[in-house]
């Protein structure tokens, strides 16, 4: 991997506040979510810090899409 594919590559890396906001939920609400493992949401660790990837974010929010009222 090129300089400049890992530059493109930590561009579309969200961190934790800009993710949440994308879901519209507290950023707070990710981390508890990480450390339960109730959502299988994918999360990448740089050092100490949380990046999430759109894609990710666009696949989960996918997988979660409801056509009724039913939570099966």
């Not at 506040?17 to 660790?45: C, D």
Request: charged share 30%; hydrophobic share 40%; aromatic share 6%.
């Amino acid at each position: 991997m090129t300089i400049q594919e890992i530059i493109e590559s930590s561009r579309r890396l969200l961190d934790e506040k800009a993710a949440a906001e994308y879901l519209s939920i507290a950023p707070g609400t990710l981390s508890v979510w990480r450390s339960t493992g109730r959502h299988t949401l994918p999360f990448i660790k740089v050092g100490r810090n949380v990046r999430y990837r759109v894609s990710d974010l666009d696949a989960w929010l996918s997988k979660r899409t409801r056509e009724t009222g039913a939570t099966a």
